[in-house]
């Protein structure tokens, strides 16, 4: 079955797509976790709908065809414009956070259902996008998700101490005499263009939790945010490819099935680090006791 799969020209291109966007979205989920701002992916794709729906009503007017051939440019455009106004909000402290975001998941959701319909689609026109869908991966979506998740990588890894910096302490960063508001734009930017290029794999409801729970669970065994990074693309590669292959034998959602996969590894995960604290907390405790002179089964006796 996987000599099939990987002699599929349709396979081989989902593939791909799956790698870069199992290695670039964690990039980025890293920053947005250290920095409270997990919800923001969520927020961003809501906003990419519109634009996929204003993409579609360009395409229509220009009798582009196919009639989706520029929703993924107009997701893009979407997406950076939500991500700088999330941020230029947040900078001017007139709405807290999660009002901006609130307000960009209503108005995204509502914009893309409004314009689809100006477009002569439908709703379900929108549901691969949605969800994703691997089946419509092109060899188009393939060069632009290349592309865009290189710069999210030559961004996210190249730029690392300084965005750390920013997103650990932005005071101290100010102190540094970093750039801080070009570092807060940069994140907000390679955010967008995370967006944009997951949508085609999970979709824009999914693609935050590839941004956020790889990084989650790499937190459960790492406390260096270097190794948070480095595992979470691992596990983000790992739960795509994983997710496809199921998706090729058993007919669901890719990014339905990518989702389910980290979030059971997260739980399993967080479960096996529990138990192991409580053995070694365990451990310990009769090592005190042992140093004490003192042996637990006897302990237990005088009990």
Avoid at 257 to 264: K, T
Avoid at 278 to 285: E, G, H, I, M, S
Wanted: hydrophobic share 55%.
């Amino acid at each position: 079955m996987i000599t099939e799969m990987l002699a599929s020209p349709l396979m081989q291109r989902a593939l791909i797509a799956a790698v870069l966007v199992g290695l670039a979205a964690p990039v980025v989920g890293t920053y947005l976790v250290q920095r409270g701002l997990a919800l923001m992916g969520d927020g961003i794709g809501h906003v990419s709908l519109t634009g996929v729906a204003l993409g579609w009503l360009v395409g229509a007017w220009l009798g582009v065809s196919p009639a989706d051939a520029l929703a993924v440019p107009g997701a893009i455009v979407a997406s950076l414009a939500g991500a700088l106004l999330i941020e230029l909000i947040r900078q001017a402290g007139h709405t807290r956070g999660d009002v901006a975001l609130a307000i960009l998941f209503y108005g995204g959701i509502a914009g893309g259902v409004i314009l689809i319909k100006f477009a002569g689609g439908t709703t379900t026109n929108l549901n691969s996008y949605l969800f994703g869908s691997i089946a419509t991966v092109s060899e188009n979506d393939v060069r632009t998700t290349a592309v865009l998740a290189l710069l999210i990588l030559a961004v996210g890894i190249g730029l690392r101490g300084p965005l750390f910096a920013l997103c650990h302490d932005e005071e101290f960063a100010r102190a540094c005499g970093l750039p801080v508001g070009v570092l807060n734009i940069l994140v907000a930017v390679v955010s967008a263009l995370t967006v944009s290029v997951s949508m085609r794999v999970v979709g824009v409801l999914l693609v935050s939790a590839v941004m956020i729970v790889p990084v989650a669970i790499a937190q459960l065994v790492s406390h260096s945010f270097g190794r948070t990074m480095n595992l979470a693309m691992v596990l983000g590669v790992c739960a795509c490819l994983a997710g496809l292959f199921i998706t090729y034998a058993v007919a669901v959602s890719p990014g339905a099935m990518i989702v389910c996969l980290l979030v059971a590894t997260y739980a399993l995960t967080a479960v096996l680090t529990w138990g192991a604290k409580r053995v070694f907390k365990r451990k310990d405790l009769e090592d005190e006791r042992l140093v004490d002179g003192r042996l637990p089964e006897v302990e237990a006796s005088r009990g």
